[in-house]
């Protein structure tokens, strides 16, 4: 059974990189066509997606978040990434990594717990 | 980017009564291969979200059959034939049709009455 575990720093200063990291753990990132995505939830609010990749190297990102999103995957630790750069207060939010299922249009079928980025000085 | 409207946004429900959640897309959601890619979440408190419901009317492995997807084109239903306390939690459409984003509904905080 597939799970994921997201880690990375709980606050991050105004301007600064956030960096989030996905862990897989009971199946490979690189088998099979999943594509591998992010999402976020501001405190009351709804879910935003953020952007999804394949292990191949192909990404797709919100157009919102275009400019300052990188994910990335290492198949050699089963994880895979987000770079978030120049953040904001407005970045706030929890942050779920999640498996895409085939096919992608039906969405995010294995969810991470979340993790909270408090964006503050 | 696709606008999903949900209504009603909070829905007081009594044990063991049916419940129904409306969500409309601003653009049809069939894909370019015939599949709608609507799909309903469900989101306990505190909890991560999961999937219930993929394109329109599948439920996922373990998805009680008290929940049901039905609609098309534009407009689409998730329904619950008995709701217990275990389904209390917010309920959210998403369309993965029109993408890049994916985007989803306002949500639906469904409680017991």
């Known amino acids: 059974q597939v799970q994921l575990q997201e880690s990375g720093p709980g606050l991050v200063k105004p301007s600064q990189t956030l960096s989030l990291t996905c862990t897989v753990s009971?199946?490979?990132?690189?088998?099979?066509?999943?594509?591998w995505s992010w999402i976020r939830q501001p405190a009351g609010k709804t879910l935003e997606w953020i952007g999804r990749?394949?292990?191949?190297?192909?990404?797709s990102y919100h157009p919102s978040f275009k400019s300052r999103v990188t994910m990335s995957a290492d198949t050699s630790k089963n994880h895979f990434s987000l770079t978030l750069t120049s953040v904001t207060a407005a970045d706030t939010a929890i942050y779920y990594c999640?498996?895409?299922?085939?096919?992608?249009?039906?969405?995010?079928?294995?969810w991470g717990q979340g993790t909270t980025v408090t964006v503050s000085s | 980017d696709v606008v999903m409207t949900q209504s009603p946004l909070s829905l007081p429900v009594a044990l063991g009564q049916p419940a129904s959640i409306s969500c409309r897309s601003s653009?049809?959601?069939?894909?370019?291969?015939?599949?709608?890619?609507l799909n309903w979440f469900q989101q306990r408190p505190g909890q991560s979200p999961r999937r219930l419901i993929y394109?329109?009317?599948n439920r996922d492995s373990g998805v009680p059959d008290r929940f049901s997807g039905s609609g098309s084109g534009t407009d689409f239903t998730l329904k619950i034939s008995r709701v217990e306390a275990e389904d209390v939690g917010v309920y959210y459409c998403?369309?993965?049709?029109?993408?890049?984003?994916?985007?989803f509904g306002q949500g639906t905080k469904l409680e017991i009455k």
């Open positions: 999640a498996r895409v299922g085939s096919p992608p249009g039906a969405g995010m079928d294995v």
């Open positions: 009971g199946g490979s990132i690189s088998s099979g066509s999943y594509y």
């Open positions: 990749m394949f292990t191949s190297g192909s990404t």
């Open positions: 653009q049809g959601l069939v894909y370019i291969d015939g599949n709608t890619y």
């Open positions: 394109q329109v009317s």
């Open positions: 998403m369309q993965g049709t029109h993408w890049p984003p994916y985007t």
